[in-house]
């Protein structure tokens, strides 16, 4: 076994205090369109449910009013703290993991669904590619994988537009906050959605849909085969 001092240290990139927490308590947080998108990919009582990068745990809790076993991973103890207020005010309970995509601890094959919305892009690729194996490896034969991300869905344009008027376009006609998208494009490690879809294939999962519903967000629904099925 190799020493992991070589292994990417996902800390380095995220915000761990409460601060950035409050921020991503803002984020997306809809009680309506998680319970929608639960109840699409079919959660059943008794299930094992992970949710990793759990923000404000809004996913973990509405799994777990619907009856899942629900483990609510994140690398930010604010986060934590947050998804426990979340579990505590709703009256369910949720086990809270502090760890990440590379370092959530799980048994091969056990769980029913798993869901990341908004965590892989903190990975450059080759780290997505790693987290993405763990993630086949932690779930059940046939059980489904749900992916939210920020992705570049179209290529700059070359000479008709530079990377700067590339950004601009996106801010202008797609009404995104500019300083978030220049610190993004900066710092953080989106990558194409047709690149995320060949990993997403080649580690071993069948892309059962992709969803480019805005210029920087992809939607993907991955299912791991049963033994002897092809991917």
Same mark, same amino acid.
């Given at each position: 076994?190799?020493?992991?001092?070589?292994?990417?240290?996902?800390? !380095? !990139?995220?915000?761990?205090?409460?601060?950035?927490?409050?921020?991503?308590?803002?984020?997306?947080?809809?009680?309506?369109?998680?319970?929608?998108?639960?109840?699409?990919?079919?959660?059943?009582?008794?299930?094992?449910?992970?949710?990793?990068?759990?923000?404000?745990?809004?996913?973990?809790?509405?799994?777990?009013?619907?009856?899942?076993?629900?483990?609510?991973?994140?690398?930010?103890?604010?986060?934590?703290?947050?998804?426990?207020?979340?579990?505590?005010?709703?009256?369910?309970?949720?086990?809270?993991?502090?760890?990440?995509?590379?370092?959530?601890?799980?048994?091969?094959?056990?769980?029913?669904?798993?869901?990341?919305?908004?965590?892989?892009?903190?990975?450059?690729?080759?780290?997505?590619?790693?987290?993405?194996? !763990?993630?086949?490896?932690?779930?059940?034969?046939?059980?489904?994988?749900?992916?939210?991300?920020?992705?570049?869905?179209?290529?700059?344009?070359?000479?008709?537009?530079?990377?700067?008027?590339?950004?601009?376009?996106?801010?202008?006609?797609?009404?995104?906050?500019?300083?978030?998208?220049?610190?993004?494009?900066?710092?953080?490690?989106?990558?194409?959605?047709?690149?995320?879809? !060949?990993?997403?294939?080649?580690?071993?999962?069948?892309?059962?849909?992709?969803?480019?519903?805005?210029?920087?967000?992809?939607?993907?629904?991955?299912?791991?085969?049963?033994?002897?099925?092809?991917?």
């Amino acid at each position: 076994m190799l020493a992991r001092d070589w292994y990417y240290t996902q800390r !380095r !990139r995220l915000g761990l205090d409460s601060a950035v927490a409050s921020i991503y308590d803002r984020h997306d947080s809809s009680d309506v369109r998680t319970r929608a998108v639960l109840s699409m990919l079919g959660v059943q009582r008794g299930w094992r449910v992970a949710d990793i990068g759990c923000g404000n745990g809004v996913l973990a809790v509405e799994a777990a009013l619907m009856g899942a076993d629900v483990d609510a991973i994140d690398i930010s103890p604010a986060m934590l703290a947050l998804a426990g207020i979340q579990a505590s005010d709703r009256k369910v309970a949720v086990r809270t993991q502090p760890a990440g995509l590379l370092s959530f601890a799980y048994q091969p094959n056990s769980y029913d669904l798993i869901v990341s919305e908004f965590a892989l892009h903190h990975l450059p690729d080759f780290w997505k590619a790693v987290a993405l194996a !763990r993630i086949h490896a932690a779930l059940k034969p046939g059980a489904n994988f749900y992916l939210r991300d920020i992705v570049f869905v179209s290529m700059p344009d070359g000479v008709d537009r530079d990377v700067e008027g590339w950004a601009e376009f996106c801010i202008k006609n797609h009404d995104f906050d500019r300083d978030s998208v220049v610190s993004h494009m900066r710092d953080e490690y989106s990558t194409f959605g047709w690149v995320i879809e !060949r990993m997403l294939t080649d580690v071993g999962f069948t892309l059962v849909s992709a969803d480019y519903h805005a210029p920087l967000h992809g939607t993907y629904l991955l299912r791991k085969p049963e033994p002897g099925e092809q991917s």
